[in-house]
């Protein structure tokens, strides 16, 4: 049961209030470049990601923002650090959201410029409090703590309170697992607003994806997160894989098939490994959410398999296709996974026919 909490809209996409979990991920091209940013925005779209934010790291990225934003059709959010006049010019070029750092803009009264100039325009901020930049006075008192990070990130949603602004996101990111947990477990208890998921500075493509599948799983598990970004070293579209994969693995949102697959042993007579990279690379961008099993021999085969919408049970040198359990037909080991790719689209047509 996902913790209810208020609904934030970002552009056409709404955070909270009971929508589907979004996926974000960030370009890693200099927003200077406009070409290179929109082309990489595309790309991200078209992996299924929800939301994307930008660096804007100076005036001229500011001024490149109208564009970008003319250029695409997914949310655009502005990441602000140090000067709040970049959050105004932000604005004014139409960006759907900005993610601040209070703890970095300045002032109290820079902050209330900014959230009086969002306000007026309907654009949510999200609250970004890092486990690096918690304020000296909650360091000095709570130390480096979850505890620490949840005050400064309340400190903050007070001024928009007080502001009488409420389209607030908060995120809470540390690069320990167990500070993120503790941190979003303690906010979540004292406010409704959306929470923003991610573990930052997870690392490289394969430990970084474990490590965000460890912190993100566990949070989500307990029904805490309404959008997430996974923060990896490596193309943002990885990024938007690994969220997805995150999201279907936990049965909480489906884009395209789910991949499962028995262990190797000494049962298996097929090459399993490859046979599952070739499925995978041939039906990663399949429409339909269909579960598809790809096992090494009888034993893990159809029946264990059952619950699969289709799959591959291999044997000595040849293997069975497979829908929900039932045999289709037996087929050579080199032609597994055409069949299998055939079965998919017979499926994909049956779904357009209605059936």
Request: with cysteine.
């Amino acid at each position: 049961m996902r913790n209810a909490t208020r609904p934030v809209k970002v552009g056409e996409v709404q955070i909270g209030g009971g929508a589907p979990i979004s996926v974000q991920s960030m370009t890693n091209t200099d927003t200077r470049d406009v070409q290179a940013t929109v082309k990489q925005i595309r790309a991200l779209q078209e992996a299924g990601c929800d939301i994307v934010r930008v660096a804007v790291v100076d005036q001229e990225a500011a001024a490149c923002l109208e564009q970008i934003i003319n250029h695409t059709s997914v949310p655009i959010v502005a990441d602000i650090h140090f000067d709040y006049r970049l959050a105004l010019a932000s604005l004014e070029a139409g960006v759907a959201k900005l993610r601040l750092n209070p703890g970095n803009i300045g002032s109290e009264d820079k902050v209330r410029t900014v959230v009086q100039a969002a306000q007026e325009r309907r654009v949510p901020i999200r609250i970004g409090v890092n486990s690096g930049s918690v304020s000296a006075a909650h360091l000095e008192k709570y130390g480096r703590t979850a505890t620490a990070m949840v005050e400064s990130a309340l400190e903050h949603v007070a001024i928009f309170e007080r502001l009488n602004f409420h389209d607030i996101v908060i995120s809470l990111k540390s690069t320990d697992i167990d500070m993120t947990i503790q941190a979003y477990e303690q906010l979540s208890q004292r406010v409704s607003y959306p929470l923003h998921l991610g573990i930052t500075e997870a690392g490289t493509k394969w430990f970084g994806t474990i490590k965000s599948a460890c912190g993100l799983g566990a949070l989500l598990s307990r029904g805490i997160g309404d959008t997430i970004r996974v923060s990896l070293t490596a193309d943002p579209v990885e990024e938007v894989r690994v969220g997805w994969a995150i999201l279907s693995a936990m049965d909480l949102r489906h884009r395209g098939p789910v991949f499962i697959s028995c262990p190797t042993c000494g049962r298996t007579e097929i090459d399993l490994e490859g046979i599952c990279a070739e499925v995978e690379k041939r039906l990663s961008d399949f429409p339909l959410p269909l579960t598809i099993a790809v096992m090494g021999c009888a034993v893990n085969g159809p029946g264990e398999a059952r619950h699969a919408h289709l799959g591959i049970a291999g044997g000595q040198g040849v293997g069975l296709i497979f829908r929900h359990g039932q045999i289709v037909k037996k087929v050579a080991e080199d032609k597994l996974v055409d069949a299998l790719v055939d079965e998919a689209n017979r499926i994909l047509e049956e779904h357009k026919d209605g059936r």
